[in-house]
């Protein structure tokens, strides 16, 4: 398996736009992590589903983050409308169960200007 | 206060240092303790994993859990500089919840 993947590996995009993260977990897992990684508030969980479920949402920070699990093979994290204050790392995370090793991918650095 | 509370250095050590991270958590309900290792511009990988109190070692690293003090730590033996990195604590109930990370430097 080539692990968790993330698209894009950069992006930097202007205040007010759009922007969509995504994430292909490990085949077989079925926990899925966002997180967020700044210098100040180090590694932020945002979200976590199980079998495709949104179980905790209350890492999102605010209505402007949305995500979506459609199927076990793919999700999207949304930020619209973007800020400056949204500049980041973003890393997707899978598992396979509670309790095992959660596996990462390379993250999303998200540059807001 | 937060779940799990980390300090993020940064922490400087020369070669062949013993190197002791730690981490305090409030949430007693916590099951699982994993170390996570962290180079510059990557994802976090696991390093050490632990359920229960007490002590784990695997070669340089060692991991402690005390439970009853909400408090686990992480030692390195004769550090190198490749261990250079940012140490990440995890604990995990049915999530995972991790410290802020603390930066580590060995120099040679």
């Known amino acids: 398996d080539a692990g968790v993947i993330q698209s894009p590996r950069h992006e930097v995009t202007e205040m007010g736009q759009e922007v969509t993260l995504r994430c292909k977990p490990i085949?077989?897992?079925?926990?899925l992590f966002w997180y967020r990684q700044t210098m100040m508030r180090g590694l932020e969980l945002l979200i976590y589903?199980?079998?495709?479920?949104?179980?905790?949402d209350s890492g999102m920070p605010e209505d402007r983050f949305s995500a979506k699990m459609p199927n076990a093979s793919f999700s999207t994290l949304k930020i619209q409308p973007s800020e400056p204050r949204d500049s980041a790392v973003y890393f997707c995370?899978?598992?396979?169960?509670?309790?095992?090793?959660?596996?990462f991918g390379q993250g999303t650095r998200l540059t807001v200007v | 206060q937060k779940e799990v509370e980390q300090d993020p250095g940064p922490l400087s050590v020369p070669e062949g240092a013993i190197v002791s991270l730690n981490c305090t958590y409030s949430?007693?309900?916590?099951?699982?303790f994993m170390w996570y290792r962290q180079y510059s511009r990557k994802g976090p990988e696991l390093l050490m994993y632990?359920?229960?109190?007490g002590n784990k070692e695997d070669g340089r690293f060692t991991a402690q859990v005390d439970k009853s003090s909400k408090y686990i730590s992480l030692f390195i033996r004769d550090s190198q500089p490749s261990d250079s990195a940012t140490y990440l604590c995890?604990?995990?109930?049915?999530?995972?919840?991790f410290g802020a990370g603390t930066r580590l430097t060995v120099k040679p």
């Open positions: 995370a899978s598992r396979d169960r509670e309790g095992t090793e959660a596996f």
């Open positions: 085949s077989g897992h079925n926990s």
């Open positions: 589903f199980n079998n495709n479920v949104p179980i905790d």
């Open positions: 949430n007693s309900a916590f099951q699982y």
């Open positions: 632990t359920y229960s109190s």
């Open positions: 995890a604990m995990t109930l049915n999530d995972m919840r």
